[in-house]
């Protein structure tokens, strides 16, 4: 690694992120802002993205006219509500919205039941018939 003698008159003197100073306002707090590229893709990827966490198409349409959510709400702004509610309803059906549910189920065949509720041959390693 070099060291500060070998930098050319006007080169940048940055410093690592970790040894810059302390600021009152932090540096690291998220701050929307807007970019370049197509808004089209931008809008097509978080409403996707969205739906396949399983977010209900209601919550996804508040999102895009709620200004809390920078983003969204800007996108609705530049691109208008009608195309933004096109593209939520041309998306989730075809992705459609995903919805998981965990369901805890205990094996009732004769033997998979171990009576001191520890891992049995039946189930798998690490894992009890008991609900926690």
Request: contains cysteine; charged residues 25%; glycine residues 8%.
């Amino acid at each position: 690694m070099s060291d500060s003698s070998d930098k050319k008159d006007g080169e940048d003197e940055r410093q690592h992120p970790g040894k810059q100073p302390w600021e009152p306002e932090d540096p690291m707090s998220l701050k929307g802002a807007a970019g370049d590229g197509d808004p089209m893709i931008m809008l097509r990827c978080v409403v996707e993205e969205y739906a396949r966490m399983g977010m209900a198409v209601s919550d996804i349409e508040r999102m895009f006219a709620t200004p809390f959510f920078r983003a969204a709400h800007d996108l609705t702004a530049r691109l208008g509500p009608e195309v933004v509610q096109q593209e939520i309803n041309a998306i989730v059906k075809r992705c459609g919205v995903h919805r998981f549910k965990t369901v805890h189920a205990t094996n009732t065949s004769p033997g998979c039941n171990s009576s001191d509720g520890t891992a049995s041959p039946c189930s798998p390693a690490g894992h009890t018939d008991r609900e926690a």
